[in-house]
């Protein structure tokens, strides 16, 4: 199996750092890509920010760890922090388990809708992992 | 410096068959993972494990000098060690510092192999052949084996389906050359995860067909390949250290807290005055365990902390599967080196709070 044999939603939008971002009118939820998961391995800590904590495109806003590996979260877009995955905190291997479902991270006001055109989409982001691993 | 390309070992094209993912470990490629390092850690600790380590060195050190040899440079009594047995020890410096840790196999009087860290082969080569006379000829035979780590608490009832000794019958750190589904090698009770296991040496050619024959009889007994990222976190919860992390050729023997080890009374070794008089004066520093209070995982190279003054370095740190608690080492003064001593480890900024323990972490129940 090639790297790029993940599932990837169409209805999402990926960054290069591997998050993905689901848009539902001005709120964005957040969360890792299979593929980032499956990079980190077991996930065993999530530092996520706080709620009302502004994020800026492109920035980490918070941090995963494996048992090896630490990894920073980066924003997709820019907003304000709406809610945080609590559940995650006890149950952190749910990112492994379900990245797209019960293992988003956290939920933006978006400030600015067009920010996500500028995302990849899941073609773009299959292509791009592939020539990543490559 | 261009980056050489990684050495391979006769298992790497057997690990990744089954799924490895690897990885470039001190210029050896090597799995770090088949399915998940949580659950090849627990695989060790409750059934077992096979790993392999033939990027390790081995030297070999023959003739009528080479037992004087091996008490000159390091600091266990290899004059104690039966034939057929084998022992940890360090080779010493000077000052009392770690050139490399090892573990010496006694063949006989005139003929001892040494288990070597990989990356430091080259260099113990060196070091062990400028202190040798003509009595001795010492070899780096490190190509000539590949090395398989079988561990777990069920590692020797399936390692006595395949041998034609009874695994049984070696006592911890006693050694057999026997045949293991066949091929010929040496097999010693002997690893580096706190559990029950066998190191079994072979020629290269065999070794995939061993690791192969190995699976494939254990499997119904919970045996699973396993890489690098479980035999380091198996290491540290039994506080096994880490050469290069735990202690190099700065630190001394007791401030690593080998002490155990250092046997002064066999007579001179190198490094034995500076050892003795750190003794009689106490050493300045020592590596302690700690565990974390406060959430977040201690990183080798996170800062410690003592009343918000930088008092050492995580040297190992990581998450305990079994032990369930983010776990580390670190060097420490040595009078905050107490079980209890109130510590913070510096995690992104931000200090979460941490507490000396006893090391090990784990041990295994007998």
Not at chain 1, 23 to 31: C, L, P, Q, R
Not at chain 2, 147 to 166: K, V, Y
Not at chain 2, 315 to 327: A, F, L, R
Request: charged share 25%.
């Amino acid at each position: 199996m090639s790297k790029g044999d993940g599932i990837y939603p169409d209805d999402l939008k990926y960054t290069r750092e591997h998050e993905w971002l689901a848009v539902h009118g001005s709120v964005g939820t957040i969360g890792l890509t299979h593929y980032a998961q499956s990079e980190l391995g077991d996930i065993v800590y999530v530092e996520m920010p706080v709620v009302g904590s502004p994020v800026v495109a492109g920035e980490d806003c918070g941090t995963v760890e494996s048992v090896k590996a630490v990894s920073e979260i980066f924003a997709p877009a820019s907003g304000e922090i709406l809610e945080v995955n609590g559940t995650l905190t006890a149950s952190p291997e749910i990112i492994n388990k379900d990245p797209y479902g019960e293992g988003w991270l956290v939920k933006v006001k978006l400030a600015d809708l067009k920010e996500a055109a500028g995302l990849m989409s899941a073609a773009e982001y299959r292509k791009y992992i592939e020539e990543e691993s490559n | 410096m261009v980056a050489e390309p990684p050495k391979t070992t006769p298992l790497t094209e057997t690990c990744r068959a089954l799924g490895g993912r690897m990885i470039d470990f001190a210029g050896w490629l090597l799995p770090v993972q088949f399915s998940s390092v949580l659950e090849e850690h627990q695989a060790v600790r409750t059934a077992a494990g096979l790993f392999d380590v033939s990027h390790m060195g081995e030297i070999e050190v023959r003739g009528p000098g080479a037992l004087a040899l091996v008490q000159r440079l390091t600091c266990n009594d290899a004059g104690q060690i039966p034939s057929g047995r084998a022992q940890y020890s360090v080779l010493t410096n000077d000052t009392g510092g770690v050139v490399d840790d090892v573990i010496v196999y006694r063949r006989g009087a005139a003929e001892l192999l040494l288990v070597v860290n990989a990356s430091n082969t080259a260099k113990d080569l060196a070091w062990i052949r400028d202190h040798a006379d003509r009595e001795v000829e010492v070899t780096d035979v490190s190509a000539r084996w590949a090395l398989l780590a079988l561990q777990g608490p069920r590692a020797s009832e399936i390692l006595a389906d395949l041998a034609a000794t009874p695994p049984a019958a070696l006592r911890p750190f006693a050694f057999a050359e026997t045949t293991v589904a066949g091929v010929p090698g040496v097999v010693a009770r002997t690893g580096y995860t706190g559990e029950d296991g066998f190191e079994i040496f072979c020629r290269p050619e065999a070794a995939a067909d061993l690791f192969g024959r190995l699976i494939e009889t254990g499997r119904s007994r919970g045996l699973r390949p396993c890489g690098l990222g479980s035999r380091d976190t198996l290491r540290l919860e039994a506080a096994m250290r880490l050469y290069g992390n735990d202690m190099d050729e700065t630190t001394t023997l007791i401030e690593a807290g080998l002490e155990s080890i250092v046997r002064f009374e066999k007579g001179e070794f190198i490094g034995r005055d500076a050892l003795l008089r750190q003794r009689a004066a106490g050493p300045a520093r020592r590596l302690v365990g700690f565990e974390m209070i406060d959430a977040g995982i201690a990183r080798h190279g996170y800062r410690v902390m003592i009343d918000s003054v930088a008092a050492g370095t995580v040297t190992s740190g990581s998450p305990g599967p079994t032990v369930k608690k983010n776990i580390g080492l670190v060097y420490l003064p040595a009078v905050h080196a107490q079980t209890g001593s109130a510590i913070a480890v510096e995690i992104r900024g931000r200090e979460a709070r941490a507490s000396v323990v006893p090391t090990p972490f784990y041990k295994r129940a007998r």
